[in-house]
């Protein structure tokens, strides 16, 4: 399998390059240049396979570079009991006859983050020694929160790889802020700036973009590799679950093999959907994907207008980690319903830099409106939903989640068939909003909150915010966006 750029400006690459290099060096997304098809006979087969002998069938496909020995390898340092908390790695809880839950945050950091890079780091590693590069490896990662701790606590201590996590200051929560800054390992860095998250993502795809620059710091046998969505080992593995979620539900009885499901996706750089669309082309028998979105809905204008406009007001949201505006992995999407147009999605993504927006034409529209539905909560609707569940069903979602499901009650009747929600964070990271929501009244205190959880739902505190107050604060450096290149330069020349 080889790989090809978004943009249509490079030669074609192995997987170990891709993942390497994190992103194309003069800008665009590695994608692969076809989809492999799981056909019905193969489909059949992975009926009973638990979910590391799935992600084997999955990874197999699209890392033809690696060994068969080296992946399952990868697998087993990965998805193991010590990391997940479940045996079934993504378990489906039911919610109704037609909607089920495929919960994503049994990882360490309880968020769906987990589920790709607690596997990212190892493919790195061996990407790095197939490619024959001996350099130290820095990871530059800009989060909304859940990316930042599920990065660092993938990649601490890994050999030959130092990790720079960089988060806006005041767009995280404060559970989100202490499981970052309390991150030990050796090689761990974690740096707050003053500005919200599009600022940090921007700075670091600057940073990507300036060969200048990067060859000041390439110099000392360094290279950059990025953690975010857009490094295709962090987008191959999300697409397993998706076809855990399908098996389980045939082996489970609730679907009958070939019958159709869709799925419902908290979305914000549309990483975890894009997963689903990609299970979908490879042959999983998906209907319809449903784009959820908080207030923050730049998707949900685009899907109904086919004018992506980020020239907007960016609102703080209870569900922080969908609070973006620029949503990176849509450019891969547009270059597949494109038919991988790269001289299109670059002019897009050229407009998109200059004047903030870009306007897809009317056959495009179509066909993303064919795959994809959309929807949007607000505050106040996300906070209804999260009390309309406990009360109805005995579920405690968190607010990311709610969302998602908030975007089936709103679609009910285009749907047809059973709809799995992802389920991207734990009720325990949020837990102020969740809280207050159902209970309607404000817990000031994270902590308190946590404990209010584990009461009402009778359930255990999730260890990933377990004992966090009696953690050493280990970072603490704050920046403006325009240091970045600076604190970079310190961290891994001087240091
Ligand atoms: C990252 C994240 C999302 C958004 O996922 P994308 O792949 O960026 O669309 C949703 N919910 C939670 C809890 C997350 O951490």
Redesign the pocket.
């Known amino acids: 399998m080889k790989y090809i750029s978004t943009r249509g400006n490079i030669h074609k690459v192995n997987s170990a390059e891709a993942i390497r290099l994190g992103m194309v060096p003069n800008g665009g997304l590695f994608v692969p240049e076809n989809f492999p098809i799981i056909n019905d006979e193969k489909l059949k087969k992975l009926i009973n396979m638990n979910y590391q002998e799935l992600a084997k069938e999955i990874l197999s496909l699209y890392l033809t570079d690696f060994s068969e020995k080296d992946i399952e390898n990868c697998i087993s340092l990965a998805y193991n009991s010590f990391n997940f908390s479940s045996k079934e790695i993504s378990p489906l809880v039911k919610l109704t006859d037609n909607v089920y839950i495929m919960e994503l945050w049994h990882g360490p950091t309880a968020?769906?983050?987990d589920m790709a890079l607690q596997i990212m780091p190892h493919l790195l590693v061996k990407s790095k020694e197939i490619t024959k590069v001996s350099k130290e490896t820095v990871i530059l990662v800009a989060t909304s929160g859940?990316?930042g701790k599920a990065a660092l606590e993938g990649f601490k201590n890994v050999d030959g790889i130092k990790i720079i996590v960089f988060y806006p200051k005041e767009g995280v929560s404060e559970i989100q802020k202490l499981q970052m800054n309390t991150t030990d390992g050796n090689n761990t860095y974690v740096v707050s700036v003053e500005g919200n998250f599009d600022d940090c993502q921007t700075g670091v795809k600057e940073i990507f973009a300036d060969i200048e620059y990067r060859k000041s710091i390439e110099k000392d046998s360094k290279e950059f590799s990025s953690a975010n969505?857009i490094n295709w080992g962090r987008l191959l593995p999300q697409i397993v679950y998706y076809f855990k979620s399908y098996t389980n539900l045939v082996r489970d009885n609730v679907i009958k093999y070939g019958d159709k499901i869709n799925f419902s996706v908290?979305?914000?750089?549309?990483?975890?959907?894009l997963a689903g669309y990609y299970a979908k082309k490879m042959g999983l028998p998906i209907n319809k994907l449903i784009c959820a979105s908080n207030d923050n809905n730049v998707l949900t204008d685009f899907f109904l207008t086919g004018e992506y406009n980020k020239n907007r007001d960016f609102y703080k949201t209870i569900?922080p980690?969908?609070d973006?505006l620029i949503s990176s992995?849509l450019e891969r999407f547009l270059f597949d319903i494109t038919g991988n147009n790269g001289e299109t999605v670059d002019k897009w993504y050229v407009e998109l830099q200059k004047n903030g927006s870009f306007k897809v034409d009317e056959d495009t529209l179509n066909k993303m409106n064919d795959i994809i539905y959309v929807s949007y909560a607000t505050e106040d609707d996300t906070k209804k939903e999260i009390k309309k569940v406990k009360n109805s069903y005995n579920y405690i979602s968190?607010t990311?989640t709610a969302v998602a499901i908030k975007a089936v009650d709103d679609l009910n009747n285009k749907l047809y068939g059973v709809t799995v929600v992802a389920s991207?964070?734990s009720p325990y990271k949020f837990s102020e909003s969740v809280i207050e929501s159902i209970l309607d009244k404000k817990i000031e205190d994270e902590f308190a909150a946590i404990d209010e959880i584990a009461k009402i739902g009778n359930c255990d505190i999730h260890r990933a915010v377990k004992n966090l107050k009696e953690k050493e604060i280990l970072h603490k450096e704050t920046i403006k966006i325009s240091e970045m290149k600076d604190i970079i330069k310190k961290i891994v020349i001087n240091k």
């Open positions: 968020a769906f983050k859940d990316t969505s908290p979305t914000g750089n549309f990483g975890n959907i569900s980690s969908m973006i992995n968190d990311h991207t964070a």
